[in-house]
């Protein structure tokens, strides 16, 4: 631009006056003002926040089953940005999907930009607030069927997952720890596929007091230990069921295995004891509906 600029000062024979005594001619081994593309100092720029990203994925959720799940939620209604490319746009409104949620319009290009690196958004994205959740006592009263616990499941993934097979297996929701759990939106929705909207969880302070809430309640705790001695299938029975899961790396805390009735482990023969948490979570989850019917 600034090259234009000077060709037409010369044309009129009028010579370019500098803006600050930095613009005129420069020293030998004077490096020039780094400009950005509108043409503003570029240490003028705020940087950007390393947190800014993250902010970002926890208020937004992106791909066709998660935000049709969120536009379907009751929860939801009357708040939140929808933003869909123009061809998922025309298929939210033929079929009605919006539940009163303004459609904003935009190319795909721009979505992209709009969420984290790597988002697959499917030409759809819900900017919205995470869910609150539900009380304690409202997830568990009465005491009937089956409830997962996360002690300490930071991977967003792995938590996604857990809802998808929590929600298949009919468990009745699930309560994890409110400052060692990750938002439900971003990667863990898409993870989840729509569960998060589906199922109720409840955001505890301590778990081991949720667990003494919970026997209350006429509850039974069976916590996943790889080394415990009795398999899942000699642990569950018919009463209602609270299946506590710990992180991969440590497991379930010390305090809350004590709080737990019973401790047992997924028997594999293969002799490779290594399950991921949300398989080993789909496998207890079948074991402890089977018990259910029982």
């Known amino acids: 631009m600034s090259s234009k600029s000077e060709r037409n000062d010369r044309r009129s024979g009028k010579k370019p006056i500098p803006a600050n005594p ?8 004077q490096k020039p003002v780094t400009k950005g593309f509108s043409g503003r100092e570029d240490a003028s720029r705020t940087p950007r926040s390393p947190d800014r990203g993250k902010a970002d994925a926890d208020n937004f959720l992106w791909g066709r089953h998660p935000v049709l799940a969120a536009l379907a939620n009751p929860a939801r209604r009357g708040m939140g940005r929808l933003l869909a490319t123009p061809e998922r746009a025309a298929e939210i409104e033929e079929g009605r999907l919006a539940h009163g949620h303004k459609i904003e319009v935009v190319e795909g290009q721009i979505l992209t930009r709009m969420l984290p690196p790597g988002a697959v958004h499917q030409g759809l994205a819900f900017k919205v607030q995470p869910l609150e959740g539900v009380s304690l006592d409202d997830l568990a009263d009465p005491a009937q069927g089956v409830i997962v616990m996360l002690d300490q499941l930071t991977d967003p993934q792995n938590v996604g997952a857990v809802f998808r097979s929590a929600l298949a297996f009919g468990a009745r929701g699930i309560v994890v720890q409110d400052r060692h759990a990750p ?3 971003g990667a863990l929705a ?23 809430r919970l026997a209350d309640l006429g509850w039974r705790a069976v916590g996943l230990d790889g080394s415990a001695e009795q398999t899942l299938e000699e642990a569950l029975d018919a009463q209602p069921t ?51 019917r029982g």
């Open 242 to 292: 609270v299946l506590v899961m710990g992180s991969e790396g440590d497991g379930i805390r010390r305090l809350v295995a004590e709080h737990c009735d019973v401790l047992a482990k997924i028997p594999m023969p293969g002799g490779f004891e290594s399950l991921n948490v949300s398989n080993a979570a789909a496998v207890a989850l079948y074991e402890a509906a089977r018990a259910q």
């Open 183 to 185: 938002a439900l939106a």
């Open 190 to 212: 898409k993870a989840a596929v729509g569960a998060t909207e589906r199922l109720p969880h409840a955001r505890v302070t301590n778990l081991s007091r949720a667990l003494e």
């Open 22 to 29: 930095s613009s005129g001619p420069r020293e030998r081994g």
